[in-house]
């Protein structure tokens, strides 16, 4: 806050005492701030954020800075009636939009609740789609619990060439985490809008590059990152991720009947750890319940995609930074991922893309 009392804001004075500066966050070198700027001002505030990266940037012991404008907290318009009225989300938008023309599909991996395996479901599917021969790219857009490092078993920090940071690659596909920039033992303790943030910069500025699809690896729940990316990204669905258990197909229902409302096609219903057989008698036990899942997809009237079993073999390879359709790409337990990959790609080819819905504040 001391360094950027020297940037000036738009109305005068200095942006530290403008009250614009909506977050602050410090991870090692690294520091990241957002600051709240109504979007029709979005072409001059970049001057301001320009100058707020290179003050940030100036202070000891920061090797890199990230300043991005939120319009969390922008001015609301007032309407003829007097009634306040949300502001317009299009320019952040487009920003976003424009590093993804490149990229045919985006599909969002989902889940209602955590703890369901969607993490290591998004990065199997990811694989399997590129087994069909699609180039791939996986964003983890988990900010508070990000994976894809331990599960592709990847350690750098991305390079940065022309302004955009440069994915890291595994198993043939490009990938991109928060995780990649801060370390494992790091909490990230940050409110909605640096978390939205975080997002617009991974969708932004990273050079993806041409791609068939792009599989995002979303947070569980529906709040603020699930609305950042129904806003900035043209999704041409949504895969759902669930247990058959009662309590996880709650909170899948509730995944669902969000992205319905955002406008966002819901691809199918993947069951996972839907049963589990023992390695020793070959025994079978419905430990979560089974066809839960399945039950729900009729009643949504979605597509069932298949079943995914509690599996030793799949907790390992993910453990080990060698998802199991990457580490024993013939074995059976990928040919249960390539199967649904392969309904995945068919369900993206026949539908046509559509554009990001407008959302407001209710």
């Known amino acids: 806050m001391k360094a950027l ?39 001059a505030m970049e001057e301001v954020r320009r100058d707020a990266e290179r003050a940030v940037r100036n202070v000891p012991g920061i090797e890199q800075a990230v300043v991005t404008l939120t319009a ?47 993490s290591t479901t998004a990065a199997n599917l990811a694989l399997g789609l590129a087994a069909q021969g699609w180039r791939v790219g996986l964003l983890d857009a988990d900010v508070y619990g990000p994976s894809a490092p331990r599960l592709f078993g990847l350690r750098a920090r991305p390079q940065v060439e022309g302004g955009k940071m440069i994915p890291l690659e595994a198993f043939g596909i490009k990938v991109m985490s928060i995780g990649f920039l801060i370390d494992e ?17 991974m969708l ?31 999704l041409s669905g949504a895969v759902i991720v669930s247990t058959p258990q009662d309590l996880a197909l709650i909170d899948a229902r509730r995944a669902v009947a969000m992205f319905r409302r955002v406008e966002v096609p819901v691809l199918g219903v993947i069951e996972n750890m839907s049963y589990f057989v023992c390695p020793h008698c070959g025994g079978r036990t419905d430990i979560f ?17 298949g079943e995914v079993p ?7 390879t993910s453990d080990a930074g060698q998802p199991v359709v990457g580490a024993a790409p013939q074995g059976p337990h990928a040919a249960i991922y390539l199967n649904l990959a392969a309904k995945v790609k068919t369900l993206l080819e026949t539908q046509s893309r559509r554009a990001p819905p407008t959302i407001v504040k209710g």
């Open 185 to 201: 033992n790091v909490p990230m303790v940050w409110r909605g809008p640096m978390v939205s943030s975080a997002l617009t910069q």
């Open 204 to 234: 932004g500025e990273v050079a993806w590059g041409e791609l068939d699809c792009l599989v995002v690896d979303m947070p569980p729940g529906t709040g603020d990152a699930q609305l950042t990316m129904a806003q900035q990204v043209p």
């Open 5 to 43: 009392e020297s940037v000036a804001a738009l109305g005068g004075g200095s942006l530290a005492a403008s009250g614009a500066v909506s977050g602050i966050n410090v991870l090692g070198a690294k520091a990241f701030v957002s600051i709240a700027a109504d979007p029709e001002q979005a072409t």
């Open 72 to 118: 969390e907290r922008a001015p609301q318009a007032k309407t003829s009636s007097g009634a306040g009225a949300s502001p317009s989300h299009a320019a952040p938008r487009r920003a976003a939009i424009a590093t993804l023309d490149k990229i045919r599909f985006v599909i969002a991996v989902a889940s209602g609740k955590g703890g369901v395996g969607k």
């Open 289 to 305: 319940a089974h066809g839960g899942a399945r039950r729900d997809a009729e009643a949504l009237q979605v597509a069932f995609l």
């Open 310 to 316: 509690l599996d030793a073999t799949i907790r390992e």
